[in-house]
Every structure is written in C-alpha cells, then in structure tokens.
C-alpha cells in the first residue's frame, strides 16, 4: 500500500483507478477495488508487474525516463499528468515533445480581442502567424491580407522589403530573431517539419542563412522595438513573450506603446 510519505505510489495508485477495466479487454469481474489492477497496468507498460508493485509502495528505486513514458501512456496520462509524473518520481519535468501545434481557441481569440491598444499575435514553434487582434493588423501588418504561407515572421522580415522597411533597426531585430527561433526549436524539439523550414529560408535569404551559421542562441523575453510606419512616423513599442499554456508550440507576443506618444500613434492607428 502507498503511504502517505509516496507521492509517486499514490499518484499511480490513484490514476490506475480511474480506468476502466473492460476499455482494455480486462474482466471488470471479482474486482475489490475499481479501475485496473497492479499486474495489469504492468502488463500495458511491459514492465515487470513485481517492479511495479514495489514502485507502488516507495521500493521501486528512481525507475528511468523510457519507462516513465511507458507507465504514462499505459495510464493514459494526460499532458499536464505526465509532467506531474515525472516531477514526482524524477524531480524534473520530462523532455518536451514537439508537437505540431493547432489553431488560436475561440477563449485565446478573445484574450487577443480585449486587447484594444497593444497589437498581440500568437505564433507557432516556426513562427507562422495563426492569430491576431485587430490592433496587430492596424500597426504591425494586415496579416489577413496574406495568403497563410507568407503569415510568418521569419518570412515576413527576410522576404518582405516593405515589413523590412519600417524595421529602423533590421539588422539587429533580424539578428536578435533568427537567435531567439533557434533556441526555441531546439527547446520543443525540431521536428521534420521546422527543419525543411529552415532549409527554405537559407534559399530564401544569404542573409538568414549567414545569421542561422553563428549559431547564435537567446531568450526573447521581452525588448523593445522601433519601428517607422507609413502613416504616423516612428514607433516604439514594448514587447513581451508568454506561453500558452497546455499549448507548447504556441507562445503569444504582446506589444505595448514604450511611451504617451506612441500609444497616442498607436490610438490614431487603430481608432482610424
């Protein structure tokens, strides 16, 4: 039996309980306790079911990352569930894993919405551009406007000359850029995916393919960037990046005016 001093065993305790037996061809019959027994759950994990026992009462030893994952998807742990598991049992969340992310939720649409006066997008692990609010459209780009290829930041800077143009530091933005997404990808993983990305944007721009070779890494945080619009003239806004949470290839950049008169540049823009 778990004791209370076992985090771990009750928390594989408890989650082995919930599951129903029959869902996994097991007899739900002459059954004590509910959900799936010891043996069983060892069974879908390939592990030894005495192993697992002793897991289960605090005399396991530390068991390794593969077979965490094993016992994970055995318990059908959800995402948050899985870290859980390996803080518990490893002290350390695990290594992420890429996974191609999807759309902006109707709830994350709407943050972005209230937002009236500081542009926001939300971009992927590869920088395309999935969501906007109606202020990034006013003073950043429309990106509607854009086929869905050419919604990305990376592209945009590289490839766009009039993007380009209103960037008064490029060379720096640029650099601080290409930096920033490597360190990323390799945080999430690359997949496949990111990878053929990159090779596209070394043909796309010498430029990129010349900053991707320093192998440059950096947290983006937060900065500010200046920039000078057609309409109102030079910009400063403040920039700062946050995960969306559950959504690890998704992060959310929100600009704010770096001062009174920008923000009353940024009003004239989006009130007009």
Same mark, same amino acid.
């Given at each position: ?62 068991? !390794?990352? %593969? /077979?965490?994952?094993?016992? +994970?998807?055995?318990? @059908? =742990? &959800? ?111 690359? !997949?496949? %995916? /990111?990878?053929?990305?990159? +090779?596209?944007?070394? @043909? =796309? &721009? ?67």
């Amino acid at each position: 039996m778990a004791s209370s001093d076992n985090p771990l065993g009750i928390f594989l305790k408890d989650r082995r309980a919930r599951l129903d037996p029959a869902t996994y061809g097991f007899s739900p019959s002459r059954r004590r306790t509910p959900g799936l027994r010891r043996e069983e759950v060892a069974q879908r994990a390939n592990v030894s079911a005495t192993w697992y026992t002793w897991l289960e009462q605090g005399r396991g030893g530390s068991p !390794s990352a %593969d /077979v965490l994952e094993r016992l +994970a998807r055995a318990l @059908e =742990l &959800s995402a948050v569930e899985r870290e859980h598991l390996f803080l518990l049992a490893q002290h350390r969340p695990p290594e992420v894993r890429y996974l191609t992310p999807g759309g902006v939720t109707p709830r994350l649409q709407r943050v972005l919405d209230a937002m009236t006066y500081s542009p926001a997008f939300v971009r992927t692990v590869r920088w395309d551009i999935v969501g906007w609010n109606h202020a990034a459209t006013k003073v950043l780009g429309d990106y509607a406007a854009l086929p869905p290829e050419r919604r990305n930041s990376l592209r945009l800077i590289f490839g766009d000359p009039a993007i380009r143009e209103r960037m008064t530091e490029w060379e720096s933005d640029a650099r601080a850029m290409v930096a920033t997404f490597r360190a990323e990808m390799a945080r999430v993983g690359a !997949s496949k %995916d /990111v990878e053929a990305f990159v +090779a596209e944007m070394c @043909e =796309l &721009s010498d430029e990129f393919a010349a900053m991707w070779c320093d192998h440059d890494v950096r947290r983006q945080g937060e900065g500010t960037k200046h920039m000078r619009h057609p309409r109102v003239g030079a910009i400063a806004l403040d920039y700062s990046v946050f995960a969306v949470d559950d959504a690890p290839g998704l992060s959310m950049v929100v600009y704010s005016p770096a001062t009174p008169d920008d923000a009353e540049r940024v009003r004239q823009l989006v009130d007009n």
